[in-house]
């Protein structure tokens, strides 16, 4: 999944960064308003953390113009003010939740979870597709009762996958939700961590069916081999 984050404290960003990388979500970073605005009308996120007084141009007016280009990725709202008003000028602006600085870490990744749309088949904390499960509360994979052991990446990757079953996905959805927008990633690379994910899901279970389909030309889905 992948985040921005519109931060101009450059301590608080850069920690939000290395923190949400950790948890296997691709993360930029935009220090002012216009260039969050700038990231967010031109790239795809799965959610936006924005704070509210930013240089440039603050949360509420990019919150505002989003809203008006039809962009409809999920924000959460930081700021140090606490005040109702402030949270009131945020949420109709049409932000979606609100957290206050200072937070807890654990706090800002339930909430994340919380706004991020889902797809039919998951319930609560778990994605389940067949008999793999991905619960993205504890970060474990299964396939029937066996644990799966994945890389942040592979991890970051097969969540993609999950959270669009039935749907071909190309390299390039899979790069640009995947990997950050400056890292230097070929086509290719998805092929290759499609292949770490087969190795370690479908090999060890030769009795399974094949979850992971390429489809010639388009790109990759997740689902059974009908």
Same mark, same amino acid.
């Given at each position: 999944?992948?985040?921005?984050?519109?931060?101009?404290?450059?301590?608080?960003?850069?920690?939000?960064?290395?923190?949400?990388?950790?948890? @296997?979500?691709?993360?930029?970073?935009?220090?002012?308003?216009?260039?969050?605005?700038? +990231?967010?009308?031109?790239?795809?996120?799965?959610?936006?953390?924005?704070?509210?007084?930013?240089?440039?141009?603050?949360?509420?007016?990019?919150?505002?113009?989003?809203?008006?280009?039809?962009?409809?990725?999920? /924000?959460?709202?930081?700021?140090?003010?606490?005040?109702? @008003?402030?949270? /009131?000028?945020?949420?109709?602006?049409?932000?979606?939740?609100?957290?206050?600085?200072? +937070?807890?870490?654990?706090?800002?990744?339930?909430?994340?979870?919380?706004?991020?749309?889902?797809?039919?088949?998951?319930?609560?904390?778990?994605?389940?597709?067949?008999?793999?499960?991905?619960?993205?509360?504890?970060?474990?994979?299964?396939?029937?009762?066996?644990?799966?052991?994945? @890389?942040?990446?592979?991890?970051?990757?097969?969540?993609?996958?999950?959270?669009?079953?039935?749907?071909?996905?190309?390299?390039?959805?899979?790069?640009?939700?995947?990997?950050?927008?400056?890292?230097?990633?070929?086509?290719?690379?998805?092929?290759? +961590?499609?292949?770490?994910?087969?190795?370690?899901?479908?090999?060890? +279970?030769?009795?399974? @069916?094949?979850?992971?389909?390429? /489809?010639?030309?388009?790109?990759?889905?997740?689902?059974?081999?009908?």
């Amino acid at each position: 999944m992948k985040i921005l984050v519109v931060e101009d404290e450059h301590k608080i960003a850069n920690s939000l960064k290395k923190g949400l990388e950790q948890e @296997s979500y691709a993360v930029d970073v935009a220090f002012d308003g216009q260039e969050g605005y700038d +990231f967010a009308i031109s790239e795809e996120y799965d959610l936006i953390i924005l704070d509210l007084l930013l240089p440039k141009m603050d949360g509420v007016e990019i919150c505002l113009k989003l809203r008006k280009q039809q962009v409809h990725t999920p /924000v959460l709202m930081l700021t140090a003010k606490g005040q109702i @008003s402030d949270k /009131v000028n945020g949420l109709d602006a049409g932000a979606d939740d609100y957290l206050t600085k200072p +937070f807890a870490f654990k706090e800002l990744l339930a909430r994340l979870r919380a706004l991020i749309r889902r797809p039919k088949n998951n319930t609560g904390t778990t994605l389940k597709i067949e008999d793999l499960t991905l619960n993205t509360s504890n970060y474990e994979v299964r396939r029937g009762s066996k644990l799966v052991k994945l @890389s942040s990446k592979e991890y970051a990757l097969l969540e993609y996958l999950m959270r669009h079953p039935e749907q071909v996905l190309t390299k390039k959805q899979i790069i640009d939700h995947i990997w950050n927008y400056d890292a230097d990633v070929l086509p290719n690379t998805v092929e290759v +961590f499609i292949g770490y994910l087969r190795n370690k899901m479908e090999k060890p +279970f030769p009795d399974k @069916s094949t979850l992971i389909q390429t /489809v010639r030309g388009f790109g990759y889905k997740i689902g059974r081999v009908e």
